[in-house]
Structure formats: structure tokens, C-alpha cells
């Protein structure tokens, strides 16, 4: 049994402007406009609390969360087990629109009639080199970069049943693979073919509205026009209630597809409510004054967010900083950093350096500027992604706790995930806790006897399997179903075996090694696009057109 509605308050004391509570509250339809820093990661955790700890969302249905950006779903989650009790987080579920959607089609990949089921082991597109030579196998030279997207643009723009001509024979060579062509899929093919499906077997659309009561659309304003196709398709007259959190002013994907009227659309489609917050949380009030005169350059409409009462007026630091070359630049940002990290005691995780492009280009003097005063800073572009990977998390937090046995985070997260796992959450049974605590502790022993013997890269990745196979691959694959297919999970195991070798042999020692591979000691340096949404206390952003330093102080509340 749950709390009442009425009594329900938002968890850990939060305060929530009036608009933001009542979007909490709402059952219905609804769409709630944020601009940056209004909160809206915190107001999907309260509404998650607060539909669970009311039992709005009757149990066994669950909520189900959909964002953008794979830092944005991670962001959510973890926010999630801050606000909700755990005997509630499991029945939160955070994922992608690719991961959703791949997950789809990898558990009912066999629901689809066998001319459009694609080779059970196909890769994602990293690249667009095969859809390239599928092109022209059938014909269609992709001479230039505008004929190269129009063509596969249009592979994903008609319904799959009706796709024909060069189109059609492209797909047929891209879904089962044709001599030098392997089996390849773009996310947006994907979510065609998870479209298919649901449209065509009603048992799993059926079965797909029962599981999720309430669904939340995080990053709406970069949804692209078959994302919007896929939710139309799974929630369109159904019973499950959604909740859609964008802000048009954030929209920097119209040029990968975003929906341009995703909120018009959404707004008519589902009937929902539309709710406006406008209360800044995360910046300062000189810093907002800052951005209410950029946007009065770049939009029509007024920009007027409100900042936090915990802020005085004068809070809030922005210089604009000049140079004469590159190098004289990197030496000036290289001693404000030293100030910042032993003066100001603020550490290398909440301090960022933002690029405008190429990380890899421009980076590369600053690094070694930094080195200089031992400082590390490294191109977070190479780490990011990998570091949000639910398999890379278990197999870290799995080394951390067999080398700190201290460290209660790593057991804690690696003790909920085998019991997890073994379909054992709830249970209270003396004798299995025992059971599962005995097998977890005898594998931590053997993992720390094996790291202390490793002098190879290979010996390190025999370790990595032998980690993944006793919670057991299938186990994990079936809760995480972002690695039901091919090789994917191999690949990103892989992966982390390369980049965590190569932290030891510098550090020679393993929980350095894992510090410096999660970028605890070391300053991100990335660009726009990927630290939309993250917070620092320290913003360096280079425009190098201009050959001049913008620098930002960020004081912000954390909610």
C-alpha cells in the first residue's frame, strides 16, 4: 500500500515551483517547457517517487524513461536512486530511444516476416561507408555529402512495407549483408523495424502498454520524426500516461532530423496539458542577466528565468579573456586551473574545458600545457560514451570492490546487481542473502588474486570474461537488453580491456588505473554537443575563430 496523493511531499526536502509540483501531480497527458538549469532531471525523479510512493503506478507496471543522449538516461537513473526507496528503483527504467527501440527488435527479432528480418549478428552503423557501397551496388553513386544524406534519409522515410526501387534492394543488402557488404543498421532503420513490429503483432504492443503504466520523454525537443513515430505507435490511445520535458530554446538537433513542431505535434496527438517552469536553479543571477541578452540577439521571444532564492544578486562570474597566440592562452588557463584546484579546493570532475568542434584538433596544446603543472586533462569524447555502458559499470565497480573492500559504493552496486540478476531483489530469505553473499565474496578473493598477477593485456581480458560469465552473459542480456545482440557486449568489454591496460601500465597500480580511466584526476575536454546537461562549477570555452578565451565561474545550486 502507498501514501495518498495528498499526502505525498517531494522527497529530501526539495522545493518545487508551483508549476513544476503541479506537473508532478498530473496523471494525464502532459508537457512540461524548461529552459537550462530549471530542474527537469529533478522533476522526473520527484514524479517517479511520487507516482511509486502513491501507487499510481500500480505495481508490477513500471515507469519508463526515454532521453535523447545516453548521458541523459544515466543522469536520470542516478538521480532516480537518490529520490526513490530501493525497494521502488527497480520499477524505474531508464534508457535511449536507440536502446529502446534496439531492444525491440532484438527480443522479437523472429516477429518479423523473414524479408525484412535482418541477420541476427548485424553491426550499427558507425559510419556511413557501407550504405556507400550498398548504394552502389544497386546503382546510386553517392558522389557528395548532400546526395549522400538525401539518399539515406530516405531509406527511413517511407513505411518499411512500402519501401521500393533502389531503395528496397539497399535495405535487402543492408538487413541480411551481400559479399563485401556486412549486415549493418542505423538506429533509425531500427526504429522502422520496431515500428513493424508493434504495428504488426498486436500480443507484444499489448504486452508492451501493460508493462509501463507512465512513461517520461526527457530531451524532447531533439526527437526526431520516427522516434515521435515509434512513441505514436507503442502510446497513442492507450492507457499509459506520458510526460514530455524539452525546451525549444535547447534544440541543436534539428540538423541530425529533429522534429521541428515535435511539441505542436505531441500536443494535439496525446491531448496533453502544456506546463512552463522558470525558475534558473543552476545559475547565478549575474549569469543570468548574461543570458537573457544573448537570447534577445538569437530569438524573438523573451528569455526571463528567475534565479534561485539561495543566490544574492552579485553572485555569478563571466569574463571574456584575450590573447595574443595559442601557446600564452594555454599558460594563462593552465595557472587559473592550478589556482581553482589548490586554492579554491574545487576538484578536476567539476572543472571543464568546452571546445566549439574537434576536440582532437585543438586539445592537444592545452593537454600539454596542463601536464606541465601536473594536471591531467584528456579529450572526454574517447571515454564518455563507454563510461555510461551498464556492462562497464558492473565489471568496474566488480575490480573496485575486490581491491576496496571499503569501498561500500562499488560492493553495494554490485550486490544489488546479482541479486538483480538472480531474480532475487525482494527477497528476505536468510539462507539465499547468505548464498549470494558467499558466492560474490569467494569471486572478489580470486579477482584480487588474479590482478596482482597480471602482466599482460590478454591475462586482463580472460579476467573481464571470466567476470561477465559469473553473473552470467544471458542473465545479463535479459535485463539489459541493449546487449541482446551480436557482438556488442563483447566489443565494449573490449574496449575497456584496451583503455584500462593502458591506465596501468602508467600507474602501475589497478584502483589508480580505474580513477584515471573514470576521469576522477583529470579535467573533460569535449565539446558543446556532449556537455549538454552536465553541470561544473567552472566552464573554460574556447572560440578559436576569434582566437580570444570566454571564461565562465559557475556557481550553481545542485537539485
Given amino acids: 500500500m502507498g501514501i495518498s496523493i495528498k499526502e505525498w511531499k517531494p522527497s529530501d526536502g526539495i522545493i518545487l515551483e508551483p508549476a513544476a509540483l503541479d506537473a508532478v501531480k498530473d496523471l494525464n497527458n502532459s508537457l512540461v517547457v524548461a529552459g537550462p538549469g530549471a530542474g527537469k532531471t529533478e522533476l522526473l525523479a520527484q514524479k517517479a517517487c511520487f507516482l511509486l510512493k502513491t501507487n499510481s503506478c500500480v505495481n508490477p507496471r513500471r515507469i519508463l524513461a526515454i532521453s535523447f543522449k545516453r548521458d541523459a538516461a544515466v543522469n536520470l537513473k542516478d538521480r532516480i536512486k537518490l529520490r526513490v526507496p530501493k525497494n521502488l528503483e527497480s520499477r524505474f527504467i531508464s534508457q535511449t530511444f536507440d536502446s529502446f527501440a534496439k531492444g525491440i527488435l532484438d527480443r522479437f527479432l523472429y516477429a518479423l516476416p523473414e524479408e525484412f528480418r535482418p541477420d541476427q549478428n548485424y553491426e550499427i552503423a558507425g559510419n556511413q561507408n557501407e550504405f556507400v557501397r550498398a548504394f552502389s551496388k544497386c546503382g546510386a553513386n553517392l558522389y557528395n555529402n548532400k546526395i549522400k544524406k538525401q539518399y539515406i534519409d530516405n531509406l527511413t522515410k517511407t513505411r518499411l512495407e512500402n519501401v521500393s526501387g533502389v531503395y528496397k534492394d539497399v535495405w535487402d543488402k543492408l538487413l541480411k549483408g551481400d559479399g563485401d557488404?556486412?549486415?549493418?543498421?542505423?538506429?533509425?532503420?531500427?526504429?522502422?523495424?520496431?515500428i513493424y513490429i508493434l504495428e504488426?503483432?498486436?500480443?507484444?504492443?499489448?504486452?508492451?502498454?501493460k508493462t509501463y503504466s507512465h512513461v517520461f520523454l526527457d530531451e524532447f525537443q531533439d526527437t526526431t520524426r520516427v522516434q515521435y513515430a515509434l512513441v505514436n505507435v507503442c502510446f497513442h490511445d492507450s492507457e499509459t500516461s506520458i510526460t514530455a520535458v524539452g525546451d525549444t530554446r535547447q534544440r541543436i538537433m534539428l540538423w541530425a532530423g529533429a522534429k521541428p513542431d515535435i511539441f505542436n505535434s505531441y500536443i494535439n496527438d496525446f491531448n496533453s496539458k502544456e506546463y512552463m517552469l522558470v525558475m534558473n536553479h543552476r545559475s547565478a543571477p549575474r549569469l543570468l542577466e548574461i543570458q537573457k541578452i544573448v537570447n534577445s540577439y538569437l530569438q524573438d521571444v523573451p528569455f526571463s528565468p528567475i534565479a534561485n532564492p539561495k543566490w544574492t544578486e552579485e553572485e555569478g562570474v563571466a569574463e571574456i579573456w584575450y590573447f595574443k597566440d595559442s601557446n600564452t592562452e594555454a599558460e594563462h588557463i593552465a595557472e587559473s586551473i592550478t589556482q581553482l584546484i589548490q586554492q579554491q579546493q574545487i576538484s578536476y570532475r567539476d572543472i571543464c574545458i568546452i571546445v566549439k568542434q574537434s576536440v582532437q584538433q585543438f586539445s592537444?596544446?592545452?593537454?600539454?600545457?596542463?601536464?606541465?603543472v601536473n594536471i591531467q586533462a584528456r579529450n572526454e569524447a574517447k571515454f564518455q560514451d563507454l563510461l555510461k555502458e551498464d556492462i562497464v559499470l558492473l565489471i568496474l565497480n566488480t575490480l573496485r570492490s575486490a581491491l576496496e573492500v571499503r569501498d561500500s559504493d562499488a560492493w553495494s552496486f554490485i550486490w544489488e546487481a546479482k541479486f538483480f540478476f538472480e531474480g532475487k531483489s525482494s527477497t528476505v530469505n536468510p539462507f539465499i542473502i547468505d548464498e549470494l553473499r558467499k558466492q560474490l565474496k569467494i569471486m572478489l578473493r580470486i579477482i584480487k588474486r588474479?590482478?596482482?598477477?597480471?602482466?599482460?593485456?590478454?591475462?586482463?581480458?580472460?579476467?573481464?570474461?571470466?567476470i561477465v560469465d559469473f553473473y552470467d552473459v544471458n542473465k545479463i542480456r535479459r535485463h539489459y537488453p541493449q546487449y541482446l545482440q551480436g557482438q556488442y557486449i563483447n566489443k565494449l568489454r573490449e574496449d575497456l580491456t584496451?583503455?584500462?591496460?593502458?591506465?596501468?601500465?602508467?600507474?602501475?597500480?589497478?584502483?589508480?588505473?580505474i580513477d584515471s580511466f573514470q576521469g576522477n584526476d583529470s579535467i573533460p575536454i569535449m565539446t558543446i554537443h556532449k556537455s549538454k546537461g552536465l553541470e561544473f562549477d567552472v566552464v573554460f570555452f574556447f572560440f578559436?575563430?576569434?582566437?580570444?578565451?570566454?571564461?565562465?565561474?559557475?556557481?550553481?545550486?545542485?537539485i
Fill in 498 to 513: 584496451d583503455s584500462l591496460y593502458q591506465y596501468y601500465i602508467s600507474k602501475t597500480d589497478w584502483i589508480s588505473a
Fill in 364 to 372: 592537444e596544446e592545452i593537454i600539454g600545457v596542463l601536464e606541465k
Fill in 200 to 209: 504488426t503483432n498486436p500480443l507484444i504492443l499489448t504486452s508492451l502498454r
Fill in 544 to 558: 578559436f575563430f576569434f582566437f580570444f578565451f570566454f571564461f565562465f565561474f559557475f556557481f550553481f545550486y545542485r
Fill in 181 to 194: 557488404i556486412k549486415p549493418t543498421l542505423s538506429f533509425q532503420m531500427i526504429s522502422v523495424l520496431a
Fill in 450 to 466: 588474479r590482478l596482482k598477477k597480471i602482466t599482460h593485456k590478454d591475462e586482463l581480458k580472460i579476467l573481464l570474461i571470466d
